[in-house]
């Protein structure tokens, strides 16, 4: 069974179109995070949700919205998409934020093509 | 500012020789997270290093943690071209996330 899925797999769109990705996880984990990995493999954490909360939303253009409707799903909701956006996002989880079971588990990520 | 860095970022190495992997951040923490990502691939975590001198090792892998040094590194022996991937790793600073390094691809040539 996987752990932590995504669809879709691949995206590709035009420019100024709005697309969403989605991401669940059945580890049973209270936390879920969004990444996005640039061309040069570089990883950064956009948001973080606990419990459906959003604890984290690093500096991200506000046409990225997430939204968990329950603790196993984190969707991302990208607005008036724009090439710089085409990159790999990553859905992550983990038992919990900090202490001994933050160890972060992955989904295979969602390659996105802004033509 | 909250900084992993990584060195080399890309390591090209023969089958069967030995390398390190250092991973240098910039503030105190002691968890920290090894990572492997195979081209178009997941992440997948391979260590979990919650204190200082910390050693885990798994196969031809062994990784480490010097807390007082903010370095952790991750030690191959012997490769082989099964290894070729690019290896992150991550540090928790007490920020409720993970902090990534830049990642080493390594490239193990026969």
């Known amino acids: 069974d996987t752990a932590v899925s995504q669809t879709p797999k691949y995206l590709v769109t035009q420019m100024g179109n709005d697309k969403s990705i989605k991401c669940e996880q059945n580890l049973g984990h209270d936390t879920m995070y969004w990444y996005k990995q640039d061309s040069k493999k570089f990883l950064k954490i956009m948001f973080s949700y606990n419990n459906k909360e959003l604890i984290i939303n690093e500096t991200v253009p506000n046409r990225f919205s997430p939204k968990s409707p329950d603790k196993a799903h984190l969707n991302l909701h990208i607005n008036s998409l724009e090439l710089g956006d085409s990159a790999v996002y990553f859905c992550a989880s983990s038992p919990q934020t900090a202490g001994d079971y933050d160890e972060q588990f992955f989904g295979p990520g969602t390659r996105l093509t802004v033509l | 500012e909250l900084k992993v860095e990584q060195n080399p970022l890309f390591l090209s190495m023969q089958e069967g020789k030995n390398y390190t992997i250092y991973c240098n951040y910039s503030?105190?923490?002691?968890?920290l997270y090894w990572y492997r990502q195979d081209p178009g691939k997941s992440l997948e975590s391979l260590f979990v290093l919650l204190s200082n001198g910390a050693v885990k090792q798994e196969g031809r892998l062994m990784a480490s943690l010097d807390t007082k040094a903010r370095l952790s590194t991750l030690h191959i022996t012997a490769a082989v071209h099964d290894l070729s991937a690019t290896y992150f790793c991550?540090?928790?600073?007490?920020?409720?996330?993970?902090?990534f390094g830049t990642g080493t691809r390594l490239t193990i040539i026969p």
């Open positions: 503030t105190t923490s002691d968890r």
């Open positions: 991550a540090v928790n600073f007490g920020n409720e996330k993970l902090t």
